[in-house]
């Protein structure tokens, strides 16, 4: 499986949101005693999974401690214990924090996921009760938010803390299935990763190589290339 540099200005238009200007979600660093407390309430309680399971599982714990819903950003550290809901970036946002404090080399990670009209049209009616804009989903499409894993070897895996799943790059469509992806990284020095047989670079948005036979989406592949090595 390949993945595809794409325009992501061609891409946000044809899918009914806004992608381009759309950054991955960030907890407020921590500025008070409550924030250094909440954050510390998180880690003793990564501490504790870990300890009953290894510094490899992931933390789906994050799903089970927490409801997924809409809430109001920005989030403080000493928010996050009292949030009744957590959206998937806030969940992206945490799952991206603990991996880093275990070790993992660990970027956040941003998507296109795959659905049906029947499921963006409950969650944008989810949001519209809670009084918050319902930007991130139209039709058959959603944006997401996971955590970009770099492996030993230079492989890149996508966690999705909601679904606690690994996330693949299908090879047709599938609900909650990648269209697109992107990792984000400040650093200067530039991470190359690998996906199959692809070497993607941060900060740009790629989209899955199945969609090469599909009209609506061959056209919006940059140079109409697989990047790709051998």
């Known amino acids: ?136 989903c139209a039709g058959k499409y959603a944006y997401h938010e996971g955590t970009a894993v770099l492996g030993g070897n230079g492989q890149i895996s996508f966690w999705d803390p909601l679904g606690r799943f690994w996330l693949p790059v299908p090879t047709q469509f599938s609900y909650e299935g990648i269209v697109a992806v992107r990792y984000i990284s400040n650093s200067k020095i530039v991470p190359l990763a690998r996906y199959d047989t692809s070497t993607i670079l941060p900060n740009r948005w790629y989209r899955a190589s199945y969609l090469n036979n599909d009209p609506e989406y061959k056209s919006i592949a940059r140079h109409s290339r697989l990047i790709s090595v051998g």
């Open 1 to 136: 499986m390949s993945l595809v540099e794409v325009d992501p200005y061609r891409l946000q238009a044809k899918l009914g949101f806004d992608l381009v200007s759309r950054s991955h979600s960030e907890i407020t660093p921590p500025a008070s005693p409550a924030d250094r407390a909440a954050l510390l309430w998180v880690r003793s309680i990564d501490n504790a999974f870990v300890a009953e399971t290894s510094r490899e599982t992931p933390p789906i714990w994050l799903y089970k401690k927490f409801r997924w819903g809409p809430h109001v950003w920005p989030v403080r550290w000493s928010n996050v214990p009292h949030l009744t809901h957590h959206d998937c970036g806030l969940m992206a946002a945490l799952s991206t924090e603990i991996l880093s404090w275990r070790g993992w080399t660990v970027f956040p990670a941003q998507f296109v996921l795959y659905f049906n009209p029947e499921s963006t049209r409950g969650w944008s009616s989810l949001w519209k009760r809670a009084g918050i804009t319902s930007d991130w």
